[in-house]
């Protein structure tokens, strides 16, 4: 699974998302949740290519982007 981070600066990027993901589960309990469902520490983040983990953000992003597209297609059929 390839990035499209330069390869000097996937450490530095690395960092950041560990980082983003341990507050992500820090402040939201549907997100902590998720993660401990799924076997899934972000301390355990090893790089950008660590497949468990951006897979498991994959699905979520996607799952959120049913909901948003379901979500508009209520307001819009409310709207008519």
């Known amino acids: 699974m390839g990035t499209f981070v330069a390869p000097d600066d996937r450490e530095a990027v690395t960092e950041l998302l560990r980082g983003q993901l341990e507050g992500l589960a820090a402040r939201s309990p549907f997100y902590a949740d998720l993660f401990a469902a799924n076997g899934v520490d972000a301390t355990d983040l090893r790089g950008l290519d ?3 983990i951006i897979l498991l953000l994959r699905a979520i992003t996607l799952k959120n982007a049913i909901i ?4 508009i297609k209520k307001l819009y059929n409310k709207l008519q």
């Open 68 to 71: 948003d597209t379901i979500d």
């Open 50 to 52: 660590d497949k468990e």
